[in-house]
């Protein structure tokens, strides 16, 4: 492999669990602590599984006959469960208001 390759596995890692995050902390008011911490986590474990489940690693590097994840970028299916996971766990646990008990946003 060569560096440019290693270059693109990293940026679609960090943005697979990172900009999901970033996003809904500035444009979306009910983005709980436990939804950016479920979204990144879900970003970056799909991104990682992915990423070995590639043909150029999963072929080329463990040696089997056919890859298990075809397609090449793996941002295509990491990115919407990060969104998806960060939007359904704060939409399912919303954070309270330590005075008051209300929930916030």
Same mark, same amino acid.
């Not at 390759?5 to 009910?30: G, R, T």
């Not at 474990?45 to 690693?57: E, G, H, K, N, T």
């Not at 704060?90 to 208001?97: A, G």
């Given at each position: ?14 943005? $697979? /669990?990172? &900009? @999901?995050?970033?996003? *809904?902390?500035?444009?979306?008011? #009910? +983005? =709980?602590?436990?939804? %950016? !911490? ?27 006959? $056919? /890859?298990? &994840? @075809?397609?090449?970028? *793996?941002?295509?299916?990491?990115? #919407? +469960? =990060?969104?998806?996971? %960060? !939007? ?18």
């Amino acid at each position: 492999m060569n560096v440019s390759i290693l270059a693109v596995f990293a940026l679609s890692i960090s943005a $697979s /669990a990172m &900009f @999901p995050i970033l996003l *809904l902390s500035l444009y979306w008011k #009910p +983005l =709980a602590t436990w939804g %950016a !911490i479920a979204g990144g986590s879900a970003g970056l474990l799909s991104a990682v599984a992915a990423l070995v489940l590639r043909p150029d690693i999963w072929v080329t590097v463990l040696g089997h006959t $056919s /890859a298990a &994840f @075809p397609a090449q970028y *793996l941002t295509i299916l990491a990115m #919407p +469960l =990060a969104f998806g996971s %960060a !939007i359904l766990i704060s939409l399912l646990r919303p954070e309270r208001c330590p005075a008051t008990g209300a929930r916030s946003g």
